[in-house]
């Protein structure tokens, strides 16, 4: 599949369908994870023609990324490959404190590069903003790890348009990475306006809306895990949800397509979004996530898509 495309103002080129792997090795976000599942999961993806792997420190913790380096390692196509990682965490007597200093993302950077297996890490996030460091700072840390060459792109992730700006004083994000799906359309206010004049990659978590925007429960679905806890699968709010998500089904079927890849390729129709990095949780999923890049959508379809969840 050779239909890759530039990430923002990079020299990055990916495939739009990337692959999120906080289910590879992320023990403290899912519960029995398998991860000989994980390791399958990142060869299919690699064997598919994904070549934009995103991880971080914190899935769990450690484990996503040197599952990851074990993989590329094995499949001995590093060059071909863009991965990103995202560090800020640290623990301090067994509480997780957010550190943006200079010296802590230095050292977290050398810690991924070992995980990873790798010389360079291809994009680099600042996962959250902490309280004090300003963020020109802490940017400029990762264009002195860039201009060494550790580091091929600056990111940032959860930062308001406040703390991006800050973090761009000298224009050196490349990439930003924050919630963005169809029920959460904050960012189309400030933030993607933004990154779209200033020429910033916008990579959204969440894009299917933790399933809710696959198509795939009913009223009667029920949820044991973090699901349980969010607003957006609670009572009435929920089943308005799921007729928001039924009216998506006439289009996906008269396009032959499931209702995941629909959403999916509406992101990529959007300013300044140039991949989505939907996880998955079997190997089968990498696979048909791909069926996104068949989907074509018209003017029309992209705005009446977006009014069903205006």
Known sequence: MNNKIQLGKTDL???????????????????????????????????????????AYIYGPERSEELIGEIVKEKGNRENLVIATKGAH?????DVVVDNSPAFLIKTVEESLMRLRTDYIDVFYIHFPDQNTPKDEAVGALKELKDAGK???IGVSNFSLEQLKEANKDGYVDVIQSEYNLFKRDAEKELLPYTAQ?????????????????????KHSTFSDGRSR???????????????????????????????HLVLAWYLAQDSIDVVIPGAKQPEQVVDNLKTLEVMLSHEEIQQISSIFE
């Open 151 to 153: 580091i091929r792109a």
């Open 90 to 94: 640290k623990f301090i007597e067994n």
């Open 13 to 55: 080129l990916v495939n739009p369908i990337g692959l999120g792997t906080n289910a590879v090795g992320g023990h403290n976000i899912y519960p029995n994870l398998d991860e000989e599942t994980g390791r399958e999961i990142v060869r299919t993806a690699i064997d598919y023609g994904v070549n934009f792997i995103d991880t």
């Open 230 to 260: 969010n607003p957006l699968f609670q009572g009435e709010l929920f089943e308005q949800n799921l007729k928001k998500v039924e009216q998506l089904r006439k289009i996906s079927k008269a396009k032959d397509v499931e209702i995941a």
């Open 198 to 218: 200033h020429n910033i990659s916008f990579v959204p978590y969440f894009p299917l809306a933790s399933g809710l925007l696959t198509g795939k429960f009913t």
